[in-house]
């Protein structure tokens, strides 16, 4: 009797308890729906940092591998046949040909700045003396523009991932607040009272690091490949440099 009396009561006690922990449960939607305006006007500045972050990520991902398989290939048919053809300007004209289909490579587009500059020279429309300085300066010149148009957009990948943890920190901080004012208001400190807004102001941390890790990751991969483009240009420019030297610009 005292068994079978023991059996109802646990089987009354426990769908209490199951209910119980299901009225406990913090629903993260209706936390997000019911939040302060402040609150969501930092989840909507954190979600539109992140969506952004990902729109530079994806296109600056495709722009380094174009510009990376077309570099390898410029450089390839600039070199082809250096051994047996030698260097003349029939060569350099076909060369420019080449780049010229070769729009994405940022050395290609480099070295055509180059070729302009030295037809110039040749044709004697540039100005007399330091013709050697002139080819130099519109490398320099073509291959500074190029890298700050890799460049673009990257430094707000850099920004997200610095500002945003404080942005969602913010959000933080206005929760906790409301959720001390709510226990002044109510004279209660019990978890009902005080859940919401730390679970709201977590929330809005959250967000902040899921934009900014990302942001940051992506920012030191793209800075590593553009200095690795950054490289591979300057030494274009200066092989091209002795070229033009040796070959072209020779009393």
Do not use: C
Not at 71 to 90: H, K
Not at 129 to 156: H, K, Y
């Amino acid at each position: 009797m005292n068994s079978t009396l023991y059996f109802v009561t646990l089987q009354t006690q426990l769908p209490a308890s199951g209910a119980s922990g299901q009225q406990g449960a913090l629903d993260v939607w209706k936390l997000l729906a019911e939040a302060t305006p402040v609150v969501k006007l930092v989840m909507i500045v954190l979600v539109v940092m992140s969506l952004v972050s990902w729109f530079i990520i994806g296109a600056k991902l495709v722009r380094l591998a174009t510009a990376t398989h077309a570099s390898r290939r410029f450089l390839d048919a600039f070199w082809e046949g250096e051994g047996q053809q030698g260097w003349s300007g029939e060569r350099l004209e076909s060369i420019y040909v080449k780049a010229r289909e070769l729009e994405s490579s940022p050395v290609a587009a480099t070295f055509r700045a180059g070729y302009v500059e030295l037809a110039r020279i040749a044709s004697g429309q540039a100005p007399a003396g330091g013709d050697l300085e002139n080819v130099e300066r519109a490398l320099r010149r073509a291959s500074q523009d190029e890298l700050t148009r890799i460049e673009n957009f990257v430094p707000f990948l850099a920004t997200t991932g610095s500002t945003a943890p404080f942005v969602g920190l913010f959000g933080t901080v206005w929760g906790i607040m409301n959720s001390f004012i709510a226990i002044h208001g109510n004279k209660n400190a019990s978890l009902d009272v005080v859940a919401p807004g730390i679970a709201e102001a977590l929330i809005a941390t959250a967000i902040g690091l899921a934009a900014a890790i990302p942001a940051v990751m992506a920012y030191n991969y793209f800075v590593r490949r553009i200095r690795v483009l950054e490289a591979e240009i300057e030494a274009f420019s200066s092989d091209y440099l002795n070229i033009v030297r040796r070959y072209f610009l020779t009393r």
